[in-house]
């Protein structure tokens, strides 16, 4: 199944035309509203298992297998990727910013994690109800950590490999606009 969320150029008609299952809003909402889009109507549909795999290009299917594999042995009830202990040559910046996220949600939340926003995550329907993503935008991968961290299920990190290409790079979020996602994210924090 694959979410095109109100996209202008041609990820609509490929979506359409390979995905099983290819839902569309009808204006751009944001990656985390297109995810809860994807998890509702999975399970809707009595799926066991939800796996978020962003469509940026960075990440490989074989992480997500093994993270999906740990999650339907029993081994956690929520698999996330982590850069740092997968092969990515990770920016410096990025690098900086996402160890910078990690303590803050240490700090916030008590939640221990290496990579707090890595685009690849396995969930099992029970945490994928308790972790309802209410953040439309990019805001999302710190609202779901936090909810993480409150849903008391049992969370495991994996070694990912992250592909920095000049393509995924431009799909990515910019480093400048890490103040804007921690705004809203605060904002999200208190009138949630």
């Given at each position: 199944m694959a979410?095109?969320?109100?996209?202008?150029?041609?990820?609509?008609?490929?979506?359409?035309?390979?995905?099983?299952h290819a839902l569309r809003h009808a204006v751009n909402r944001g990656q985390g509203a297109a995810l809860q889009t994807g998890t509702d109507f999975a399970l809707?549909?009595?799926?066991?298992?939800?796996?978020?795999?962003?469509?940026?290009?960075?990440?490989?299917?074989?992480d997500l297998v093994a993270m999906a594999l740990a999650v339907a042995n029993g081994d956690c009830d929520i698999a996330l990727g982590d850069r740092f202990a997968g092969n990515s040559r990770i920016p410096t910046m990025r690098a900086v910013l996402i160890r910078l996220?990690?303590?803050?949600?240490?700090?916030?939340?008590?939640?221990?994690?290496?990579?707090?926003?890595?685009?690849?995550?396995?969930?099992?329907?029970?945490a994928a109800r308790r972790c309802e993503l209410r953040s439309d935008?990019?805001?999302?991968?710190?609202?779901?950590?936090?909810?993480?961290?409150r849903s008391g299920m049992r969370v495991k990190?994996?070694?990912t490999t992250i592909e920095y290409t000049a393509y995924s790079m431009a799909k990515g979020q910019r480093a400048s606009a890490s103040?804007?996602?921690?705004l809203h994210y605060a904002v999200g924090r208190v009138f949630r």
């Open positions: 979410v095109d969320d109100g996209s202008s150029d041609a990820s609509w008609d490929a979506i359409r035309k390979t995905a099983a809707a549909r009595g799926a066991r298992r939800i796996a978020h795999f962003d469509a940026d290009g960075q990440h490989r299917v074989d996220a990690a303590f803050m949600h240490r700090v916030t939340s008590g939640i221990r994690l290496n990579d707090v926003h890595n685009g690849l995550r396995v969930l099992t329907d029970e935008r990019m805001a999302h991968a710190s609202e779901l950590i936090d909810l993480i961290a990190q994996f070694p103040a804007r996602i921690l």
